[in-house]
């Protein structure tokens, strides 16, 4: 595990992270985890998830009770209300 600062180098090697109420509200250098498969960060501020959107390893995502108001699938981005 690393010590000090995340680099994008750092991050390429992580496959899981939770962090539940840590008050995370932004999301960016989560792209450079290419190996990310498990994100859980419940009871946070987070509201924009494009960070995560080319991390397609990503298969588990638990982000309830955020502020997310923008939504990405397969390439086809919507806000939660559309079908």
């Not at 498969?37 to 009871?43: F, I, R």
């Amino acid at each position: 595990m690393p010590t000090g600062l995340l680099t994008p180098s750092n991050l390429q090697s992580l496959t899981s992270l939770t962090a539940c109420g840590q008050h995370i509200t932004n999301l960016s250098g989560l792209e450079y985890a290419t190996s990310l498969k498990s994100l859980h960060l419940p009871a946070n501020g987070i509201s924009d998830l494009s960070p995560l959107q080319c991390l397609n390893g990503l298969v588990q995502v638990g982000l309830y009770h955020n502020r997310i108001s923008y939504l990405f699938a397969a390439g086809r981005a919507h806000q939660p209300d559309e079908p």
